[in-house]
């Protein structure tokens, strides 16, 4: 399956993020359901959250704000905006493509914000947090913006940048690497169920595809006729 954003996705490509779209929605959607009736995944939070507790130590929990820190809204949308800007300058992605890391990042921040205010989930005892929070607790804003924003900056680096398959590898394992790092993080302070990681990573991941597949397909739409 070639990824090059030059050339059209091809129908295996298509098949590919429709397939993982569809599958992160759907593991979004029954976390949800778990959420309202406590069943599923929700049952092992406790015992998770308790086990992260017990391991951390004053180091780890450094490391974690830092993560968290990084992985944030806020430095998430200003490396999106430089990438974007280098991206289109350089002459390496058309504006689309070259944009779509930002979109992602907004679309996955709007929508995790949306889904907190309609679940109004309680986040874990306040005397295990190791930073201050805010909002509702389900999804992870942190982790799903770290996927919106780290997988769709890997697919488009791995289209317009890399042109071994090995390095496009590389990138995309990459950035769900560091994903899992901020989601992680959030879990090593206190401050989310490993439910609400799991469903924003979840959430990032199909916002991620889609926002990628999209610019790809619009750059090589053909134009309409006069």
Same mark, same amino acid.
């Given at each position: 399956?070639?990824?090059?954003? @030059?050339?059209?996705?091809? /129908?295996?490509?298509?098949?590919?993020?429709? %397939?993982?779209?569809?599958?992160?929605?759907?593991?979004?959607?029954?976390?949800?359901? @778990?959420? $309202? @009736?406590?069943?599923?995944?929700?049952?092992?939070?406790?015992?998770?959250?308790?086990?992260?507790?017990?391991?951390?130590?004053?180091?780890?929990?450094?490391? !974690? /704000?830092?993560?968290?820190?990084?992985?944030?809204?806020?430095?998430?949308?200003? %490396?999106?905006?430089?990438?974007?800007?280098?991206?289109?300058?350089?002459?390496?992605?058309?504006?689309?493509?070259?944009?779509?890391?930002?979109?992602?990042?907004?679309?996955?921040?709007?929508?995790?914000?949306?889904?907190? !205010? $309609?679940?109004? =989930?309680?986040?874990?005892?306040?005397?295990?947090?190791?930073?201050?929070?805010?909002?509702?607790?389900?999804?992870?804003?942190?982790?799903? *913006?770290?996927?919106?924003?780290?997988?769709?900056?890997?697919?488009?680096?791995? &289209?317009?940048?890399?042109? =071994?398959?090995?390095?496009?590898? &590389?990138?995309?394992?990459?950035?769900?690497?560091?994903?899992?790092?901020?989601? &992680?993080? =959030?879990?090593?302070?206190?401050?989310?169920? $490993?439910? @609400?990681?799991? !469903?924003?990573? %979840?959430?990032?991941? %199909?916002?991620?595809?889609?926002?990628?597949?999209?610019?790809?397909?619009?750059?090589?739409?053909?134009? *309409?006729?006069?």
């Amino acid at each position: 399956m070639t990824l090059r954003a @030059d050339r059209p996705p091809s /129908r295996a490509a298509l098949v590919v993020a429709g %397939a993982i779209v569809a599958a992160c929605v759907g593991l979004f959607l029954l976390i949800a359901e @778990d959420v $309202l @009736d406590g069943g599923g995944l929700i049952s092992h939070d406790q015992a998770v959250l308790t086990w992260f507790v017990d391991q951390r130590s004053e180091w780890l929990i450094t490391a !974690a /704000r830092w993560v968290s820190t990084i992985g944030g809204f806020a430095s998430l949308f200003i %490396a999106g905006g430089l990438l974007g800007l280098w991206l289109f300058w350089s002459r390496r992605a058309a504006p689309g493509l070259a944009a779509a890391p930002l979109l992602s990042l907004l679309l996955g921040g709007a929508a995790s914000a949306g889904t907190k !205010a $309609l679940f109004g =989930r309680e986040r874990p005892p306040v005397t295990l947090h190791a930073t201050t929070v805010g909002l509702a607790s389900f999804p992870s804003a942190h982790a799903a *913006d770290a996927a919106a924003f780290f997988i769709a900056a890997a697919l488009v680096l791995s &289209l317009t940048v890399a042109r =071994r398959s090995t390095v496009k590898l &590389l990138l995309i394992i990459g950035g769900a690497a560091l994903a899992g790092l901020v989601g &992680l993080s =959030r879990l090593v302070l206190a401050v989310h169920w $490993l439910s @609400d990681v799991v !469903a924003g990573w %979840a959430l990032g991941t %199909a916002i991620a595809t889609a926002a990628v597949m999209t610019a790809w397909l619009t750059q090589h739409r053909p134009p *309409d006729d006069p």
